[in-house]
């Protein structure tokens, strides 16, 4: 403390300096507005001399400030810096004070640029699309609510529901560096040539929404959509690769098919699925009749959820035989739900929807619980040498997590080397998990893999020699009239040798003939087969009285067709039909 300094002083001294020290800005102005005391964070604030004294002034925007200021309203002044930064400084004025007889205007100032750039963020997120920059779904929601709850007439518009055709497969097969880059530019493709009052907005995965607005009649909407279906022909290149992609379109028209969001968004949708269920790649308006189909797709669906619930499955079993001795080499389980009539029901008409609708895992696993209820039974019918073969959807083979569960659960039955796991081609391509990550497990545990359905999958007959599996099942759509396709003789011989040379076993699917079955044996070095000709799928239960209690445990299947519904099957022992 300086020596002739008094008490007074001194207090005053050290109140200057903690005014001049707050962290928050303060300033005190007189009536014209000029500025008696500046703190230093308001001086930085707002780019004010600090201690300005009497000749600080604002300049016009602060003048305009200071208006509302004095009004006792808060204001935020927004500042541009170099590097094209934002500063952002919240001002707070308190009505003004009569202070040592003049009226003094006193505010506080706070630096809000973090805060300001965190809620433009969250406002970017919510409204725009990251990786294409899109307008989101909240957008074009907001819109299209907005043309239609607009006073006065309202002009028609359309609503179109975009869908990326296979763009999973794109996606595990290149990777997502490149789907991400794909959509990117096929978001460039579309939004090509709208009009300022149109809207684009990705609104999910691969999923767009597109508002035409206005527009003259339905022949318009359809001409603009078919121009861009053609640009979207032209193949895209990513990272060196040529890609094609289509696009599955559904459009509603207002006020035809919808008068609200919801209706429009949702009847585009319906008719966006129909194309997706007759081939992909081209436009569909909604109509009626779309809505009655997707009213019955839900019951389906809800029935399915509820079969599920109730565990209303059972599993019918096919042999694989062996041509040449009629041996039962294994079997495998075919599902089958009994609905809510108590009608059996084959996977055809429940498979795919319980993959689209995340219920497979589960289904796979009542599958294998099935099984291994009637191991006994099994073993009594089949023989305990017979192995057990499980579809597995490809979509749940190339998921690590539900595989490894389902690993887990093989090896927990005590006998995972009776097991196969027959998955189809498209489980093995390129960026799937499943020929690196899944298939060593499988190995490790001794279950078997088998390649079902072979040849109408996306892979070529090069691709067999990258994939490793122990079994390969011919699809059906070759083995047919084998005997008369001279085309369809080559491709089997080649698949023959192929596998032969790769160590894996062949079966052929779906025979039903004798004719069939006569050209394997005759012309090929084919060992095994499945199909009506042996036997349709059969349920256990079924079978139960119909075997003789005998300790023999080898089956073997009378060469005879099986008639529809009974069993042609006997045991070594020589119980036949
Ligand atoms: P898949 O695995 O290729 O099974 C063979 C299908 O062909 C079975 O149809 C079988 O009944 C039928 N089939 C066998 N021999 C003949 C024949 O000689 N002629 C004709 N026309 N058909 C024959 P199903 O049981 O209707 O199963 C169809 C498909 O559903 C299966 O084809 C399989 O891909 C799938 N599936 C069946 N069960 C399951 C399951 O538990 N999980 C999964 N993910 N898929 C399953
Ligand atoms: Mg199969
Ligand atoms: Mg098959």
Do not use: W
Not at 20 to 36: A, H, I, K
Not at 71 to 79: D, F, N, S, T
Not at 197 to 215: A, C, K, Q, V
């Amino acid at each position: 403390m300086p020596a002739n300094e008094s008490n007074c002083d001194q207090e005053l001294r050290i109140l200057r300096d903690l005014f001049r020290l707050l962290p928050s800005g303060v300033t005190v102005q007189d009536e014209n507005g000029t500025f008696l005391l500046v703190n230093d964070a308001a001086a930085a604030q707002l780019r004010l001399a600090a201690n300005a004294g009497q000749s600080a002034q604002l300049d016009e925007r602060h003048e305009n400030c200071l208006e509302l200021l004095r009004a006792g309203r808060p204001v935020v002044l927004e500042e541009a810096l170099t590097h094209g930064a934002t500063r952002h400084v919240f001002l707070t004025a308190h009505r003004p004070a009569q202070v040592g007889g003049r009226k003094l205007l006193i505010s506080n100032s706070t630096d809000i640029s973090e805060q300001k750039a965190f809620e433009d963020q969250l406002f970017r997120s919510a409204y725009y699309d990251e990786l294409t920059g899109l307008p989101t779904r909240r957008v074009i929601e907001h819109r299209v609510n907005g043309l239609i709850h607009r006073d006065g007439p309202v002009a028609p518009f359309a609503l179109a529901f975009l869908d990326i055709d296979n763009f999973k497969h794109i996606n595990d097969y290149y990777g997502h560096a490149v789907g991400d880059a794909l959509l990117v530019e096929l978001s460039k493709r579309l939004g090509h040539a709208l009009r300022e009052t149109d809207i684009l907005s990705r609104i999910s995965g691969d999923e767009f929404l597109l508002l035409l607005n206005p527009i003259r009649d339905q022949r318009e909407v359809g001409d603009f959509i078919e121009t861009m279906q053609q640009r979207l022909k032209a193949p895209f290149f990513i990272d060196q690769s040529e890609i094609f992609a289509s696009t599955s379109i559904g459009v509603s028209l207002y006020p035809a098919h919808g008068r609200s969001y919801e209706a429009l968004r949702q009847n585009a949708d319906i008719a966006m699925y129909r194309v997706k269920n007759n081939g992909k790649g081209s436009t569909a308006f909604f109509d009626s009749s779309m809505e009655r189909e997707a009213l019955a797709r839900m019951k389906i669906e809800q029935s399915l959820r509820l079969a599920i619930l109730e565990k209303r499955f059972c599993c019918a079993f096919q042999p694989k035989v062996d041509i040449r001795t009629q041996d039962v080499k294994g079997i495998e389980a075919l599902v089958r739900l009994r609905d809510d009539e108590g009608v059996i029901q084959a996977p055809g008409t429940f498979i795919d929807l319980a993959v689209e609708l995340g219920l497979i895992d589960e289904l796979t696993h009542l599958v294998l619980a099935e099984i291994v209820k009637s191991i006994d039974l099994i073993n009594d019918t089949f023989g305990p040498a017979a192995t057990i073969s499980i579809n597995v959807a490809a979509k749940q083979a190339g998921n690590p997590e539900f595989m490894r569960s389902f690993a887990r659960a093989l090896d927990d039955t005590g006998f995972p080397t009776r097991f196969m796991v027959e998955v189809t081609e498209d489980a093995f391509v390129a960026k799937s998990h499943f020929q690196d990550q899944i298939l060593p497990i499988l190995r490790g545990i001794g279950v078997g893999i088998s390649i079902d359905d072979f040849g109408i999958g996306y892979s070529s007959l090069s691709a067999l020699a990258d994939i490793t599996a122990d079994e390969i099942k011919i699809d059906r759509s070759f083995i047919t009239d084998i005997h008369q396709r001279p085309r369809s003789q080559g491709i089997l011989r080649a698949i023959e040798s192929l596998s032969e040379a790769l160590g894996m076993t062949v079966i052929a699917e779906g025979i039903e003939s004798y004719e069939e079955l006569a050209y394997l044996q005759a012309a090929t070095k084919i060992r095994y087969a499945q199909g009506y000709y042996f036997s349709k799928p059969i349920f256990l239960e079924d079978l139960r009285p119909a075997i003789p209690q005998t300790s023999e445990s080898r089956a073997s299947l009378s060469a005879r067709p099986a008639p529809e519904g009974r069993v042609a099957y006997s045991r070594a022992s020589g119980y036949r039909r």
